[in-house]
């Protein structure tokens, strides 16, 4: 278990940190996820020159999208499995000792890898993120567009909700300009 001030660093900082990355002009998340529309609808760009700075403006989006979603899969302790690609537990690596999973926070389980078929849905699009972006493959991966990514967000989100954030709302934590430190000394 993480120290009640880390706790509340990745309750109030890391976590919401990733799922506004994720959800970034994400049209496609069912906005009853985190209580609003969560996306921003996309400008029009009135030249070429803004055409193009939005186009690299939208590949760092969804770049940043693969990372944090696979990242968020990771967090609530699923991944593929490499020889047959079923979902297996992403657990915390022993020999380093610093990766955390939802499990070092007070009232986080892993994702019950028991209810099979949501199980493998984030475990494929666990895959197809890490091959998407964490390294160049040539492999057939599950293409990761937006109806993906928000399907991935949907589950991993009311995972989140019903466990770590259960009697808080974990979308007043990601849809808000307030820094982190506003909620950092309070108790979860």
Known sequence: ?????????????????????AISRLNDLDDSILGVKAFIKEPVPESQEQ?????????AIWEGRLTAIRWL????????????????RCDVDQ????????THIQGGIFFDLTKEAEAQ????????????????????????DDKTAAEALKIVLRHLQE?????????????TTDPPEKWLGQPR
Request: hydrophobic content about 35%.
């Open 1 to 21: 278990m993480l120290s009640q001030d880390d706790q509340n660093r990745w309750m109030f900082d890391h976590i919401p940190y990733r799922v506004r990355v």
């Open 51 to 59: 055409a193009v700075y939005r186009r690299c403006e939208t590949d």
């Open 73 to 88: 899969i990771e967090f609530v302790g699923v991944k593929q499995r490499r020889k047959d690609g079923k979902a297996i």
């Open 95 to 102: 020999k380093e000792g610093s990766d955390v999973r939802i």
């Open 121 to 144: 849905r984030l475990a494929n699009i666990w895959k197809g993120c890490t091959q998407a972006s964490s390294h160049a493959t040539n492999a057939n991966h599950l293409p990761v």
């Open 163 to 175: 466990t770590i954030y259960a009697g808080k709302n974990l979308g007043d934590y990601v849809l």
